[in-house]
Nanobody
Framework: QVQLVESGGGLVQAGGSLRLSCAAS????????MGWFRQAPGKEREFVAA???????????LYADSVKGRFTTSRDNAKNTVYLQMNSLKPEDTAVYYC????????????????WGQGTQVTVSS
């Protein structure tokens, strides 16, 4: 069973940056596609970014239109960790951010991800 633990959330002013980390254990990290999702109060969970394993299509990534050019996801298979670098943050980025893992496909569909972390809160003040 894969366990995922996010960290790095916090309070930041609009225009600022944060880097989220997600540490994985209990599985073969390099086999998994890693995704990031977020959920704001009263809203549905939405896709943010995803990354295939390095070595599969060279670490191909996928981003939601709302974060393209501002967020970057990367991974370090040696550390079993995936990252989400968030720049130029906006108040509408405020949400609980979750990392997730799936063993099959680079996708923005939440139902394709089999393993989820507990989430980390990101709050962007205006």
């Amino acid at each position: 069973q894969v366990q995922l633990v996010e960290s790095g959330g916090g309070l930041v002013q609009a225009g600022g940056s944060l880097r989220l980390s997600c540490a994985a254990s209990g599985g073969t990290f390099s086999n998994y596609v890693m995704g990031w999702f977020r959920q704001a109060p009263g809203k549905e969970r939405e896709f943010v970014a995803a990354i295939r394993s390095i070595g599969w299509s060279g670490g191909r990534t996928l981003y939601a239109d709302s974060v393209k050019g501002r967020f970057t996801t990367s991974r370090d298979n040696a550390k079993n960790t995936v990252y989400l670098q968030m720049n130029s943050l906006k108040p509408e980025d405020t949400a609980v951010y979750y990392c997730a893992a799936n063993g099959a496909v680079l996708t923005d569909r939440a139902d394709a991800y089999e393993h989820w972390g507990q989430g980390t809160q990101v709050t962007v003040s205006s």
